[in-house]
C-alpha cells in the first residue's frame, strides 16, 4: 500500500526555486533515507509532506488522501530537525513523551488509561522508562533524540518521519539508533522516512535511498544508488573520498 | 493586623488579590516560556488606553471596565493579526504597540483634562479604587480564564513545548494562539485596577521565573507559580496596607523577594554540591 506520494512538487521561498518536480512514492514497510547536501531542499520537503508548507505546484497524497483533505494526522509521527525544546523548558520525560498522545486524544479531553500505557510503551520501546520523571534537559544528547522518537511514537504512527535524527550522536550512539530503528520498522512495521546529510553509514540501514538536490537525482535501493557516480552528482566532487572511503 | 479586615476595601482588595495571584502566574507560564514576557505589559498599555478613553468620553464608572476590556481585546486581536499575517518579529511587534497603547492613553487623558484623574493609581495600582463591581469582575474572568485553561492545559502545553509538532499533530494551533492572547487581555484588563499598568506584567512573569529556578517538571512550575503569586499578591497586599504604599508596587517587590530568595538557595545548593563532588563541571545545563 502506497503510504507516501509526491507528484511533480515545486516549492520556492520567494524568488528562490528550493524543490523542483520531485515525484516520490514511499509505500507500506519502507525505510527510506533521504540524503542530500545542506540546503539541498529535505527540511522543506518534510514540511511539506507534513501540511507545513503548501507546494506552489504538484500534489502530495498521505494514506492516499491529498494533505489538503487529510485529517488522520495522528498516523504520522514527525520528529523535528535538532529538537525544538530548547534547553531551559522544563518538562519531564514523561511530560514530553505524553504530548505524542494529544493528537490522538481530541480536544479537551483527558488521556485515559490506554493512552498511558501507549505512552509508557512509547518510553519502554526507546529505554527511557526509567527516567520517566527526569527533566529532559538534564539528559544527554542521545537520550533527549530517543525522547523526542519516543513522543512520535505514542500517537501510535504508521509513518514515521525523522529529520536529521543522527545529529549530535556518537558513533556508539548511532549505532544503538539505527537498530531502534530497524526494529520499529521490521518489528512494529512502521515505515520510516528518515532525511540525512550522513552518507557514511546509511546505507547498511535502509531498505531505500532517495537522493534529493533541488530535484530529485536518483532513487533506488542503496546498492543502486550509493555508488561514486550518482554521489558526484548529489555532492559535487568533495564527497568522493568518503564514498570510496569504504 | 487583623484591623484590616474590618474594612470593605482591604477585604475586597484581598479577594481580588487572591484571584489575581492565581491566574496572572498560572497564564504568564505559557507567556514566559513562548518567549513572550512583555506581552501582557503590552496588553497592559493598551487596556491603559482603553481606561484613558472612557475618561476622555464620559462613560459611567459602571460601564468603563467593559469598555477596557474591549479596547484590550481589540489590541490582542491586532497583536494577534500582526503576529501571524504580516510576520513581525515578536520583540519589535511588543514594543510598537507597547508605546502605541501608551502614547494614546496620555492623549485620552489629556482631552479628558478636567476630570479629577489621579492617573498615578492606575500605573501602579491602588486599594481603593477596588470597587464590589471590580471584584465581581476580576473574580468571574479569573474563574473562566483559569477553566479554559485547565480544559485546554494539554493543548497550550504542546503549542507552547513546540508549536510546529503540536500542528503536526492536527492541533489547531493557530485559534489555540488566539483564544490564549485573549485570555491573557481579559486578564489584564482586569487586574489592571489592583496592581496597575506597569506592574501587572511583573505579577505575570515573576512567580513564574522564580518557579523556573526550582520546578523540575511543567507541572511543579504552574504550581509553585501560583503559589509565589498567590502569596506575593497577600503578603504584598498587607504590606500595602501597613505602610500606606502602592499595591502594585508591594505585590512585586515581594515576588522579588521570592525570586531573590530561591536564587539564593538554588546557587548555595550548587556551591555546595560541587564542592562535594569536587568538580566543577556537573551537569551544567
Ligand atoms: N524559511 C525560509 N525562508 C527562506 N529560505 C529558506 C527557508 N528555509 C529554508 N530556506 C532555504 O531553502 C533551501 C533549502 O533549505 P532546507 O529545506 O532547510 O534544506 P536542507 O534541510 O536540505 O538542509 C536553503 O537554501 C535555505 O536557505
Ligand atoms: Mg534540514
Known sequence: MEVLRLEDVFFSYGKQVVLEGVSLTVREGDFLALIGPNGSGKTTLVKIVLGLLKPMKGKVFLFGTETGRFSEWYRVGYVPQRPALDTTFPSTVAEVVAAGRFGRVGLGRRLKRGDWQAIEEAMEVVGLLPLYDRPVTELSGGQQQRAFIARALAGQPDLLILDEPQVGLDDRALHEFYRLLRYLNCERGITLLMVSHDVGVVGRWVSRVACLNRTLICHGTPQEVLNPINLSRLYGTEVRAVAHSH | ?285
Open chain 2, 1 to 285: 493586623m487583623l484591623s484590616m479586615f474590618q474594612y470593605d476595601f482591604m477585604v475586597r482588595a484581598l479577594i481580588a488579590g487572591l484571584a489575581a495571584g492565581i491566574v496572572c502566574p498560572a497564564v504568564g507560564v505559557f507567556l514566559v516560556l513562548r518567549r513572550y514576557s512583555f506581552m501582557a505589559d503590552t496588553l497592559a498599555h493598551i487596556s491603559l488606553a482603553g481606561v484613558a478613553l472612557g475618561l476622555w468620553l464620559g462613560v459611567a464608572s459602571a460601564l468603563s471596565p467593559f469598555l477596557t476590556l474591549a479596547v484590550a481585546v481589540c489590541g490582542a486581536l491586532l497583536v494577534d493579526r500582526l503576529r501571524t499575517r504580516e510576520r513581525v518579529s515578536a520583540d519589535a511587534l511588543l514594543a510598537l504597540m507597547m508605546s502605541g497603547g501608551l502614547a494614546l492613553a496620555v492623549v485620552f487623558f489629556g482631552l479628558a483634562g478636567g476630570a479629577p484623574v489621579d492617573v498615578t493609581s492606575y500605573l501602579f495600582g491602588s486599594l481603593l479604587t477596588v470597587g464590589s463591581r471590580d471584584v465581581w469582575l476580576i473574580l468571574s474572568v479569573a474563574v473562566c480564564v483559569l477553566l479554559l485553561l485547565a480544559l485546554l492545559a494539554k493543548e497550550f502545553y504542546y503549542v507552547c513545548s513546540d508549536e510546529e509538532s503540536a500542528r503536526v499533530a492536527g492541533l489547531p494551533v493557530d485559534r489555540l494562539n488566539l483564544l490564549f492572547i485573549l485570555m491573557v487581555a481579559v486578564t489584564v484588563a482586569v487586574c489592571l485596577r489592583m496592581v496597575g499598568t506597569l506592574l501587572v506584567g511583573a505579577l505575570m512573569v515573576i512567580p513564574v521565573l522564580a518557579a523556573l529556578l526550582v520546578g523540575r517538571s511543567f507541572r511543579q512550575v504552574v504550581l509553585i507559580s501560583v503559589i509565589i503569586g498567590v502569596t506575593a499578591t497577600l503578603c504584598g497586599l498587607t504590606a500595602s496596607y501597613q505602610l500606606g504604599i502602592a499595591a502594585g508596587g508591594c505585590i512585586v517587590i515581594t515576588a522579588l523577594l521570592f525570586f531573590g530568595a530561591l536564587y539564593g538557595a538554588k546557587t548555595l545548593l550548587n556551591l555546595c554540591r560541587r564542592s562535594r563532588t569536587g568538580d566543577g563541571s556537573g551537569q551544567a545545563n
